[in-house]
């Protein structure tokens, strides 16, 4: 029984590309790495950006209320986005208070 030339070098061509599609699965199978800081840096960066939204939601207003922006959907949308993150920065808050009131009760 003999293989045709054009099966074989069908064969060869997905040899070859199994190396590629193996070294593209590994990749994605990799853990990503751990953040560089801690509970204290990805909490300032959190408030951080929750100032950011409120202080452009600020300036949208006030460029709203000054006549300089028609845009309504765009203000609607900067309003809710800053306060849906005030409301979980609020949550988050509450939740380290309690945290932080159990501990304080705590007998050791």
């Known amino acids: 029984m003999m293989i045709s030339p054009l099966a074989l070098n069908a064969y060869k ?3 070859s590309q199994t190396g590629a599609i193996d ?3 590994s990749k994605s199978l990799t853990k990503p790495a751990a953040p560089a800081g801690g ?3 990805t909490l300032t960066d959190s408030l951080t950006t929750v100032n950011n939204m409120q202080n452009e939601k600020d300036d949208m207003v006030e460029a709203f209320a000054a006549g300089k922006s ?3 959907h765009e203000l ?3 309003l809710q986005k800053a306060g849906m993150a005030m409301q979980m920065t609020t949550a988050v808050r509450g939740k ?3 945290a932080y009131k159990e501990l ?3 007998q050791f």
């Open 13 to 15: 061509t997905a040899l």
């Open 39 to 41: 509970f204290g840096q």
């Open 104 to 106: 304080v009760k705590m």
């Open 96 to 98: 380290v208070l309690e």
């Open 70 to 72: 028609q845009n309504v």
């Open 76 to 78: 609607m949308i900067n």
């Open 23 to 25: 070294a593209t699965v």
